[in-house]
């Protein structure tokens, strides 16, 4: 009985990650497309030295992607 409660435990667990993974799963697949978008514009740009798509697409990457990162779960 005490091996199939800790059983059940840990698939609640499974179960807690696995939906929080799903909730945030589309706002991240979001995030990653708009940052393709942007890498795309930065790239196409002609008057854009080498050096400063590198800085903008670093920033733009930062900037997106930090919400995501530093969501507290």
């Known amino acids: 009985m005490f091996v199939c409660e800790l059983r ?10 696995l939906g929080t993974l ?4 589309s706002e991240v697949n ?3 497309n708009q940052m393709e978008q ?10 854009l030295s080498a050096e400063e798509k590198s800085f903008l697409i670093a920033e733009k990457h930062r900037i997106l992607m930090k919400p995501v ?5």
């Open 69 to 73: 990162s530093d969501e507290s779960y």
């Open 22 to 25: 799903n909730q945030h799963h």
């Open 38 to 47: 942007e890498v795309r514009k930065v790239d196409n740009n002609p008057s």
């Open 8 to 17: 059940r435990i840990t698939l609640l667990w499974d179960e807690l990650w």
């Open 30 to 32: 979001r995030r990653q």
